[in-house]
């Protein structure tokens, strides 16, 4: 069971070329400069649909990008580095299209590529998901290890230098956030393979609670991060907000059915009504893909209480336990990211000064 939330991905940048404001003093450096903007220039016609970018190439872009260049910040103003923020409050479309954020720090340029190459990657994960579990859930702790890697060592030397109007994508905290994402979904995906080998219902049932406390913890993180930005996106809290319930609907209903199998009906009826309760009160998502994952939690939980509830009225009788009666679930986390290692290109840039 896994939410499809690809706004990471979707971000759009304005042209650079490095070549054109970088002034290389050697046919190398210069030779260096032109297959940087080349790079770049794949990632922009992708970003705007009329190209395909592969993570490879974001990876390599970023490599790139944290070679000494990084050292050169007196021309790095007449760059007019630009990208959108679809995880902001402005990721949606007025009169004028996106809105782009303009700092004027190579860092930046490094953590969008970076961050870019994560939700990449992120992407990768899903689209294997469905032929190849075990590399869908190290693909997502491989991205997990990128945004661990952009809040504990790119981010933190770049917040001082921040405007007020920032993208939440190059703050410690959102970089952290998305790790959170990415290792619960890793854990989602691994509950997956671990429910086609048959595994026990309460071994499941923690892995599925696992998942919940993982996004609790990036929830808990945005909710006190809001100073960090000026606005975020309703989408990612919505998705935040779902996936969380909808992981503890699962782990409710397999603490259920090893109650119903131990034939103590009442106290599975009472779960699955506190359950179906809970989910109810989330608010249903509008994306098609989310709404079907919705849809069928809420059908199997309605379909699982209305069977205990009427072989617990015609055979066992029992009374269902009060609210504060029912058992308290325990969450096991499995999963960890993938330690990213960065990496600069073979020779290093010489510029004029």
Same mark, same amino acid.
């Given at each position: 069971?896994?939410?499809?939330?690809?706004?990471?991905?979707?971000?759009?940048?304005?042209?650079?070329?490095?070549?054109? +404001?970088?002034?290389?003093?050697?046919?190398?450096?210069?030779?260096?400069?032109?297959?940087?903007?080349?790079?770049?220039?794949?990632?922009?016609?992708?970003?705007?649909?009329?190209?395909?970018?592969?993570?490879?190439?974001?990876?390599?872009?970023?490599?790139?990008?944290?070679? @000494?260049?990084?050292?050169?910040?007196?021309?790095?103003?007449?760059?007019?580095?630009?990208?959108?923020?679809?995880?902001?409050?402005?990721?949606?479309?007025?009169?004028?299209?996106?809105?782009?954020? &303009?700092?004027?720090?190579?860092?930046?340029?490094?953590?969008?590529?970076?961050?870019?190459?994560?939700?990449?990657? &992120?992407?990768?994960?899903?689209?294997?998901?469905?032929?190849?579990?075990?590399?869908?859930? +190290?693909?997502?702790?491989?991205?997990?290890?990128?945004?661990?890697?952009?809040?504990?060592?790119?981010?933190?030397?770049?917040?001082?230098?921040?405007? @007020?109007?920032?993208?939440?994508?190059?703050?410690?905290?959102?970089?952290?956030?998305?790790?959170?994402?990415?290792?619960?979904?890793?854990?989602?995906?691994?509950?997956?393979?671990?429910?086609?080998?048959?595994?026990?219902?309460?071994?499941?049932?923690?892995?599925?609670?696992?998942?919940?406390?993982?996004?609790?913890?990036?929830?808990?993180?945005?909710?006190?991060?809001?100073?960090?930005?000026?606005?975020?996106?309703?989408?990612?809290?919505?998705?935040?907000?779902?996936?969380?319930?909808?992981?503890?609907? &699962?782990?409710?209903?397999?603490?259920?059915?090893?109650?119903?199998?131990?034939?103590?009906?009442?106290?599975?009826?009472?779960?699955?009504?506190?359950?179906?309760?809970?989910?109810?009160?989330?608010?249903?998502?509008?994306?098609?893909?989310?709404?079907?994952?919705?849809?069928?939690?809420?059908?199997?939980?309605?379909?699982?209480?209305?069977?205990?509830?009427?072989?617990?009225?015609?055979?066992?009788?029992?009374?269902?336990?009060?609210?504060?009666?029912?058992?308290?679930?325990?969450? &096991?986390?499995?999963?960890?990211?993938?330690?990213?290692?960065?990496?600069?290109?073979?020779?290093?840039?010489?510029?004029?000064?």
């Amino acid at each position: 069971m896994l939410l499809y939330f690809q706004d990471p991905s979707k971000l759009k940048t304005k042209r650079v070329v490095y070549e054109e +404001t970088y002034y290389a003093r050697d046919s190398g450096t210069l030779e260096q400069l032109k297959e940087l903007t080349s790079k770049r220039k794949s990632i922009e016609e992708s970003l705007n649909g009329s190209s395909h970018i592969t993570p490879a190439i974001a990876r390599e872009m970023a490599g790139g990008v944290t070679s @000494p260049i990084l050292q050169i910040v007196q021309w790095t103003i007449d760059l007019k580095l630009r990208w959108t923020s679809p995880l902001s409050g402005f990721s949606g479309f007025n009169l004028g299209g996106s809105k782009y954020f &303009r700092i004027d720090d190579l860092r930046y340029e490094l953590a969008m590529v970076l961050f870019l190459y994560g939700a990449l990657m &992120r992407e990768r994960a899903l689209e294997v998901m469905t032929v190849d579990l075990v590399e869908s859930a +190290t693909l997502f702790r491989r991205a997990a290890g990128v945004y661990q890697h952009m809040a504990q060592q790119l981010l933190p030397g770049l917040q001082p230098s921040l405007p @007020p109007d920032r993208p939440p994508e190059v703050t410690t905290s959102m970089a952290t956030i998305m790790s959170l994402i990415c290792l619960a979904e890793a854990q989602a995906v691994t509950v997956q393979k671990a429910e086609e080998k048959s595994t026990s219902g309460g071994l499941l049932a923690k892995l599925h609670f696992g998942v919940t406390q993982i996004v609790e913890e990036a929830s808990s993180l945005l909710r006190a991060s809001y100073g960090d930005w000026n606005d975020v996106s309703d989408r990612l809290k919505r998705f935040l907000n779902t996936t969380s319930g909808l992981h503890e609907a &699962r782990s409710w209903r397999y603490v259920a059915e090893d109650f119903k199998k131990s034939e103590h009906l009442g106290v599975a009826v009472g779960i699955l009504r506190h359950a179906l309760n809970k989910v109810q009160q989330l608010r249903a998502p509008s994306e098609d893909n989310m709404k079907l994952v919705f849809r069928q939690e809420v059908d199997a939980l309605s379909g699982m209480l209305r069977k205990c509830e009427y072989e617990n009225d015609f055979i066992w009788r029992e009374k269902p336990p009060r609210l504060d009666e029912l058992p308290v679930l325990e969450g &096991r986390k499995i999963v960890a990211p993938i330690l990213y290692q960065p990496f600069g290109l073979d020779r290093e840039f010489i510029f004029v000064t």
